[in-house]
């Protein structure tokens, strides 16, 4: 620690210490339950779909599928996309974790879940779900889903976190965000190439094989360990 650091740590009020306490029990809490199974494929999307909207259909679909290949369904641990994803894997025994958060709405966790955490912060309950995953979902969903998928494409275009297959599943509720990309490209705010990190699609089986094209990684083993990418890259051929 150099002298500039000690200094600034003294100004720290009880009150400072206290909360960066806080903060480091739900980070570590998080850790700790996501290092119990391999990394699996995270889903993200709206809580508040009614489960016969076609989204959720989808959302469970998928959650059969992955779960028929081995594969550990990851999500908000909420209702809406997070429970039809975890219903599909649960109902053929699939493992399906849920990392939960308090919030003033929608905060109960769904039946379906093998393993469930609740949070108390955001950034902790956002890193833990990016840690366990090999594949990202985003499903449809609003500023949490949004913030969400906005990070994590940011966090890989920058290189400060592992490349992983990213889909945004639900071409007709994604065409904004594309057009919006779209005017970013030609305003020079990203590049090109920054669209290679995700795929936008309807179809659910390229997310299964991304899967399966990773494998299986051990549970002593994680992407985020020597910050290594995944095998298997959002791109059709």
Same mark, same amino acid.
């Given at each position: 620690?150099?002298?500039?650091?000690?200094?600034?740590?003294?100004?720290?009020?009880?009150?400072?210490? %206290?909360?960066?306490? $806080?903060?480091?029990?739900? +980070?570590?809490?998080?850790?700790?339950?996501?290092?119990? !199974? *391999?990394? @699996?494929?995270?889903?993200?999307?709206?809580?508040?779909?009614?489960?016969?909207?076609?989204?959720?259909?989808?959302?469970?679909?998928?959650?059969?599928?992955?779960?028929?290949?081995?594969?550990?369904?990851?999500?908000?641990?909420?209702?809406?996309?997070?429970?039809?994803?975890?219903?599909?894997?649960?109902?053929?025994?699939?493992?399906?974790?849920?990392?939960?958060?308090?919030?003033?709405?929608?905060?109960?966790?769904?039946?379906?879940?093998?393993?469930?955490?609740?949070? %108390?912060?955001?950034? $902790?309950?956002?890193?833990? +779900?990016?840690?366990?995953?090999?594949?990202?979902?985003? !499903? *449809?969903? @609003?500023?949490?889903?949004?913030?969400?998928?906005?990070?994590?494409?940011?966090?890989?275009?920058?290189?400060?976190?592992?490349?992983?297959?990213?889909?945004?599943?639900?071409?007709?509720?994604?065409?904004?965000?594309?057009?919006?990309?779209?005017?970013?490209?030609?305003?020079?705010?990203?590049?090109?190439?920054?669209?290679?990190?995700?795929?936008?699609?309807?179809?659910?089986?390229?997310?299964?094989?991304?899967?399966?094209?990773?494998?299986?990684?051990?549970?002593?083993?994680?992407?985020?360990?020597?910050?290594?990418?995944?095998?298997?890259?959002?791109?059709?051929?």
């Amino acid at each position: 620690m150099t002298k500039i650091e000690e200094e600034l740590l003294k100004k720290l009020t009880i009150a400072d210490l %206290e909360r960066a306490n $806080a903060y480091a029990k739900d +980070l570590g809490r998080g850790l700790q339950i996501i290092r119990s !199974f *391999p990394q @699996g494929v995270t889903i993200f999307g709206s809580a508040r779909l009614p489960q016969d909207n076609k989204y959720c259909q989808m959302a469970f679909n998928l959650g059969h599928r992955l779960a028929e290949n081995g594969h550990a369904v990851i999500t908000g641990g909420g209702p809406g996309i997070m429970e039809a994803a975890s219903h599909g894997a649960y109902e053929i025994g699939g493992r399906t974790i849920g990392l939960n958060i308090t919030l003033m709405h929608e905060q109960q966790p769904n039946p379906y879940l093998t393993d469930c955490l609740t949070f %108390e912060y955001f950034f $902790a309950r956002k890193v833990s +779900l990016a840690m366990a995953a090999k594949v990202f979902v985003f !499903f *449809p969903g @609003g500023f949490g889903t949004m913030d969400e998928v906005s990070e994590v494409l940011c966090l890989m275009q920058e290189k400060k976190m592992p490349r992983m297959p990213v889909f945004l599943i639900g071409e007709e509720f994604w065409k904004g965000f594309d057009k919006t990309i779209g005017k970013m490209i030609s305003l020079r705010l990203i590049s090109a190439s920054d669209t290679d990190i995700f795929k936008i699609t309807d179809d659910i089986e390229l997310v299964v094989k991304a899967a399966n094209k990773i494998g299986h990684p051990k549970v002593s083993e994680n992407f985020y360990d020597g910050f290594r990418e995944a095998s298997a890259i959002a791109k059709e051929p």
